[in-house]
């Protein structure tokens, strides 16, 4: 799953629109419908869009021994 997608579906449970997501990022909706367009965004981005929603962006690796990085 593409992180576009993984943002509409925290939108969505979060019951938050893009005009909304936007609003509470400080841009516009325009800005942010081409960023989720292309996908790209920095560890940064996901973290603040993260906070907007209520959440917590979480990404990292994890081995089989239980080593998180």
Same mark, same amino acid.
């Given at each position: 799953m593409?992180?576009?997608?993984?943002?509409?579906?925290?939108?969505?449970?979060?019951?938050? %629109?893009?005009?909304? +997501?936007?609003? @509470? /990022?400080? #841009? %516009?909706?325009?800005? +942010?419908?081409? @960023? /989720?367009? #292309?996908?790209?965004?920095?560890?940064?981005?996901?973290?603040?869009?993260?906070?907007?929603?209520?959440?917590?962006?979480?990404?990292?690796?994890?081995?089989s021994?239980?080593?998180?990085?």
């Amino acid at each position: 799953m593409d992180i576009a997608t993984k943002i509409d579906l925290a939108k969505a449970y979060a019951k938050v %629109s893009t005009s909304e +997501l936007a609003r @509470r /990022l400080g #841009t %516009s909706p325009h800005a +942010l419908g081409q @960023r /989720l367009k #292309t996908g790209k965004f920095s560890s940064t981005d996901l973290d603040k869009i993260a906070a907007a929603l209520g959440a917590e962006f979480v990404c990292y690796f994890r081995f089989s021994d239980g080593e998180e990085i």
